[in-house]
């Protein structure tokens, strides 16, 4: 039996990435989708041979068995709530929410509807990521000292950078993704965070933060530094990276997540640019999604997961502002 | 469920097996010269070890051939007139008339033939293709491989003994040019002429190397390098095609995703990890039952594993004659 999936919202960039994978993947039916745009959904329903839905509602009366939340921020929990009432599979984009109060009342209303909420962390599907978990799991590092990341992207303009819609700017962005994956690598959490964050560094016409330096402490012992920056220019031969460079005892592991690439120059005016080849990390997270409604069992990256990342960053912007490091409590 | 029997126990036909063993078929069983092999291989990977190869073939509705080049005639006749669908190893054979009476017996019986010319499911190669296939490059007129490492000792075992054997393995572009000149057809279309140097008759022991030049019927040029005269090691692939509005490269010495260097040696194992759907073994062989189940042609028709034999042995007597050999004459 195909699995049916529908789509509530085109704002997130993500959300073309998923429709390619949504098509790629064997066995599943996109049965509709849903964005405030009207034109927006129906030339891209058309694109991808499904549906275009009038309203949430009208998505959500298809019955999909999954229903992939991509719109701003600041909508998750609207839309997630509404959702958790009708589909009992949720993929919500990454960050959870704008503020930890959102982000725990979706994990609440998700738990008491029985829909099961997971995040959109496809990094962790990145095959050398995934590496790099089980080289850690088998002790290949020994005690592993730091961890410096790297999370760096371009500006990606729209309602990124109106906090209203987005919660903050590079920030909130860029912070979750890593956290994430450190957290999942050692099962462990952020105990304290402080932050350098720049305000217009790169874009000064605009009232967001574009730069920011983290350093963190885990549980675990371990720390580290992540660069969240929406630095990389228009031009530039990528979107961004995430690159993880830890040492430990035994050695010294650095993971690049996005390679490997071609190198292309194309297009007008012509530029230089990667192509990344292989299955994409998202290709892995929409597999995962399908799975989990396949078989019924529990999300793979779970709404807590979301949570936790999400009060990171929300933990960096409040260094920033008090200049002091900031701890985090785990009861 | 389809039964697969592997013909040939050596050491593609592991590399077969691990990709079967995650597809949906069941391993029917192996068949071997040397009749200790195919039951070591039944034990380690399932199925049962026939000592004659019709009564693998009855069991089985998939041969897959995996012996080595020389070897390839027999079965792949037998399973045809057996009525078997087949997979073989790259090259199909070792001459274009063995090539020839195969693709012909295979049409008279109608039994699917796909050959396992793997580089068109790396997904380096595939991603390469495509963006050619998208437009994105334009027209394409230079294209460039490079595929080099070291000579193929296999433990130094027979195997190894039937590489340095010329008459049984074709040497370099026979094992290894073979891969790109296939891939090179696969993006650029029908090569016209080739002319090619290289070592084939200069005498040096366990080594081979040849330089291409590939003429397409489009009008573009190729670039061939295939080496076992580099050093030791991973082999190295290099691959570019510059189109009138565009190029795309890539080179297996760029820096991987993955790179660990440990206190008690710095030499660093670098790696690009691959999603499992990505193995390319694995791709090739899901992508044949794919097109089975669906009655879609191959990736790799019978007639691509003809033509990349023939222009191979036209760069083989290329070298040998020191003269450009036009691909639509050439026979062997």
């Given at each position: 039996m195909a699995v049916r999936i529908g789509l509530c919202s085109l704002d997130h960039l993500h959300a073309m990435s998923y429709l390619a994978c949504l098509a790629e993947v064997p066995d599943i039916d996109l049965v509709g989708i849903w964005d405030d745009d009207k034109k927006l959904r129906e030339a891209t329903a058309q694109r991808f041979n499904t549906q275009a839905c009038a309203s949430l509602q009208d998505l959500l009366d298809r019955n999909p068995d999954g229903v992939i939340v991509c719109s701003a921020n600041a909508l998750h929990r609207e839309h997630v709530e509404a959702a958790a009432q009708l589909t009992p599979y949720i993929l919500c984009e990454k960050p959870i929410a704008t503020s930890a109060a959102d982000g725990q009342a979706m994990i609440d209303v998700c738990q008491a509807a029985g829909a099961k909420l997971q995040i959109a962390f496809p990094v962790r599907f990145a095959p050398a990521v995934a590496e790099a978990k089980r080289m850690l799991d088998a002790n290949r590092l020994g005690r592993v000292y730091s961890a410096a990341c790297t999370n760096q992207g371009f500006n990606p303009g729209r309602w990124f950078v109106n906090r209203e819609q987005s919660g903050g700017g590079?920030?909130?962005?860029?912070?979750?993704?890593?956290?994430?994956?450190?957290?999942?690598?050692?099962?462990?959490?952020?105990?304290?965070?402080?932050?350098?964050?720049?305000?217009?560094?790169?874009?000064?016409?605009?009232?967001?933060?574009?730069?920011?330096?983290?350093?963190?402490?885990?549980?675990?012992?371990?720390?580290?530094?992540?660069?969240?920056?929406?630095?990389?220019?228009?031009?530039?031969?990528?979107?961004?990276?995430?690159?993880?460079?830890?040492?430990?005892?035994?050695g010294v592991l650095s993971v690049d997540a996005f390679r490997p690439h071609l190198d292309v120059t194309a297009g007008t005016p012509r530029r230089s640019y990667w192509h990344p080849w292989g299955r994409s990390p998202d290709h892995g997270l929409i597999d995962d999604f399908a799975d989990m409604i396949r078989t019924g069992r529990e999300p793979s990256i779970s709404g807590h997961d979301g949570l936790q990342a999400l009060r990171v960053a929300l933990a960096a912007y409040e260094s920033a502002q008090t200049g002091q490091p900031v701890a985090l409590d785990h009861d | 469920m389809h039964r697969v029997g592997i013909v040939g126990a050596g050491s593609i036909s592991r590399v077969h097996a691990a990709a079967w063993a995650r597809l949906p078929v069941e391993l029917a069983g192996w068949h071997d010269v040397v009749p200790e092999a195919a039951v070591a291989a039944a034990e380690r990977w399932g199925g049962r070890a026939f000592d004659v190869l019709e009564d693998l073939l009855a069991a089985s509705d998939i041969v897959d051939v995996c012996t080595n080049v020389a070897a390839h005639p027999e079965p792949v006749l037998a399973a045809a007139h057996a009525g078997k669908t087949i997979v073989c190893e790259k090259p199909l054979a070792r001459t274009v008339a063995q090539c020839e009476e195969i693709l012909a017996v295979c049409t008279e019986r109608q039994v699917p033939l796909f050959v396992a010319h793997v580089v068109r499911f790396f997904p380096e190669f595939e991603a390469a293709w495509r963006t050619v296939q998208a437009g994105t490059i334009g027209k394409p007129g230079m294209m460039r491989t490079v595929r080099a490492g070291g000579f193929p000792r296999m433990g130094g075992g027979a195997a190894a003994r039937r590489y340095a054997d010329f008459e049984q393995s074709g040497g370099v572009i026979m094992d290894v040019g073979i891969h790109d000149?296939?891939?090179?057809?696969?993006?650029?279309?029908?090569?016209?002429?080739?002319?090619?140097?290289?070592l084939l008759e200069a005498g040096v022991p366990e080594c081979d190397h040849a330089l291409l030049v590939?003429?397409?019927?489009?009008?573009?040029?190729?670039?061939?390098?295939?080496?076992?005269?580099?050093?030791?090691?991973?082999?190295?692939?290099?691959?570019?095609?510059?189109?009138?509005?565009?190029?795309?490269?890539?080179?297996s010495r760029d820096p991987a995703s993955l790179s660990w260097r440990t206190r008690t040696d710095n030499m660093p194992m670098t790696r690009n990890t691959l999603q499992e759907a990505d193995h390319p073994y694995f791709a090739e062989l899901a992508h044949f039952l794919d097109c089975l189940d669906k009655g879609c042609e191959f990736r790799v028709t019978p007639h691509d594993a003809l033509m990349a034999v023939k222009v191979s042995q036209a760069a083989l007597h290329s070298i040998r004659t020191g003269q450009p050999v036009a691909i639509a004459d050439f026979r062997d």
């Open positions: 590079a920030v909130i962005d860029h912070t979750v993704h890593v956290v994430d994956l450190l957290r999942w690598f050692w099962d462990t959490e952020v105990v304290e965070v402080y932050a350098e964050i720049g305000l217009g560094f790169f874009r000064p016409d605009l009232d967001i933060d574009d730069a920011g330096l983290l350093s963190f402490r885990l549980a675990n012992g371990v720390y580290g530094t992540l660069d969240t920056s929406w630095s990389r220019p228009e031009g530039h031969h990528s979107w961004g990276n995430v690159i993880l460079e830890l040492v430990g005892s035994e | 000149i296939d891939f090179h057809r696969w993006c650029m279309g029908e090569v016209e002429r080739v002319f090619a140097r290289g590939l003429r397409f019927e489009s009008g573009a040029i190729g670039h061939i390098e295939a080496s076992w005269a580099h050093t030791p090691g991973r082999t190295r692939t290099h691959l570019e095609i510059a189109g009138d509005q565009g190029l795309v490269a890539w080179d």
